[in-house]
Structures are given as C-alpha cells and as structure tokens.
C-alpha cells in the first residue's frame, strides 16, 4: 500500500531539513519496509518545492546511478532520478565551499550534460528525438551527495534524496551532439593533477542519448516534462571520487573540452 500525502510529506521535511542543517538521516528503507519508488519519486517532490518554496528554481533534470562501476560502488543497481537547481549550479573551475554549501559526504562524478532547445515529453521519447532537442553538450561534473547516512542508500533512499544531488559544474565548451561520437566519446578524471579514472560515453546505459531518454520517460510517467533550456546530467562515466577541502578536480572528455573545480573548506 502507498505512503499516505501526509507520511510523503513528513518525510520530504525530514530530508529538507537534513539538506538546510547538512547533516544525515537514517535509511528510509531501513524505516519503511514497504516504501516504493514511487513513495520515494513523491518524497522527492515535496523536498524539492521546499526548495523552490524558498526561493531556489528548478533548471533541470538528472538521472543518476547509470552506469555499472557507480552501481557496483553503491549497491544500487538501477538509475535513479532528481531535480537540479539553480543554486546547485557554479561557474567552471569555481571554488566550492564545503561547509558553506552543507555538502556533508561529497563525491565528484564526470557527466556529458544536454541543454535543451525544445520541450520533450515522455512515454515515447527516442534517441533520435533527444538529439534533435538538444541545443548543446558540454562536459560536468556533479558532485553528489547523500542525506542518507554513510551512503547506506537503496534505490528508495536515493530517490527520495532528490537522486542524492549535491551541486554541479559545467565546462564552457558548448558542441553540437551531432559533432561528437557520443558512445565513444573518451572522459579523463584527474584529481590534485593525478589520472584517477577513464571512461567512455557508453558506461552510460551504452549511449547518454539512451539515458537521456530514459529519464525523459521515466519522468513523463509522472507528468514531468524536460523543457526547452534545461541542463540534463546523463549519468557519471566514471567511479565516483570522495572529495574534500584542498581538492582539485579536472577532467576532459575527447572532442568535448573541460571542466574543473576546486573544493574550499
């Protein structure tokens, strides 16, 4: 049986308020037994309209969890979803304040990100549908983060945390989708200027245009739709990386460009 309006609701305070205070909460699926994704797709929501509620803006979408090494990291076998914000969108090679930003258990991912022209609205959304939305491409990083203590998360438990999204950071280099041989398109990772991880495109459910549409559908089921000038983050080609104050993150991806950040205290 589905959570009652009400239980979604305490729980998406709980998470919100766990966001404001940057501290974590106990597994809800350690709580509730009998909590669904779709609990959890709700729990989210209702965390994510405090934020606006309280003056931030949705600017796009994520799906997360996608490709096999983060699943294997995470236990969580099946990508998950959530909302990005403008507050959690800094300026390529920023220095982001751990504390300032409540970031509480961070990790640093390498993702090709989408910008929309045009509105998709699932089910039915293709490939062929989600390049002729997207304006651009460019290279991420996301550095996610979870609510949920020490990481101990189930598919239920990162939904719920909004996909456990933390902030993000966009190279400049804007491509054409077309331009860029996106399954085989190579990502490098370094971090404090040592090569720590590689990865292609296709770690992302075999293609990002694959998980964009996914995620497109998956969120159509809900009545969501991606609109025109929102960012997309596809899903990590790499393991996720802890980071912490004094870190510097760099990344390039073949034919795509850069992206980087350094992490303040």
């Known amino acids: 049986m589905s959570f009652s309006k009400e239980k979604r609701a305490q729980y998406g305070d709980e998470l919100y308020e766990a966001l404001k205070a940057g501290k974590t909460i106990d597994p809800l699926t350690d709580r509730e037994s009998d909590i669904t994704i779709e609990d959890s797709y709700h729990i989210s929501l209702h965390m994510v309209e405090r934020r606006v509620a309280a003056g931030d803006k949705i600017v796009g979408k994520k799906i997360g969890v996608t490709s096999k090494a983060v699943q294997d990291m995470l236990n969580v076998h099946q990508p998950d979803f959530g909302f990005i914000t403008h507050e959690m ?22 993702e090709i990100a989408f910008k929309l022209k045009k509105d998709l609205v699932g089910p039915g959304v293709t490939e062929k549908d989600v390049l002729d939305a997207t304006e651009c491409v460019m290279p991420c990083f996301e550095i996610v983060d979870s609510r949920i203590h020490n990481w101990q998360i189930k598919i239920q438990d990162t939904v719920a945390d909004n996909a456990s999204c933390g902030v993000f950071v ?57 609109k025109a000038g929102e960012i997309i983050l596809s899903g990590s080609l790499v393991p996720l990386e802890p980071v912490g ?21």
Do not use: C, H
Request: no cysteine; glycine share 12%.
């Open 89 to 110: 969108w800094f300026e390529n090679a920023e220095t982001i304040s751990i504390s300032a930003n409540k970031l509480i258990q961070p990790r640093a991912e390498g």
């Open 170 to 226: 966009l190279g400049e280099n804007e491509v054409d989708p077309r331009e860029i041989d996106l399954p085989n398109a190579q990502m490098k990772v370094y971090k404090n200027g040592q090569l720590i991880s590689e990865g292609l495109g296709s770690a992302v459910q075999g293609n990002p245009l694959t998980a964009v549409a996914w995620l497109a559908n998956t969120l159509g089921e809900f009545g969501i739709p991606f």
């Open 245 to 265: 104050p004094g870190d510097v993150m760099t990344l390039e991806v073949e034919g795509l460009g850069t992206a980087a950040v350094t992490f303040g205290s």
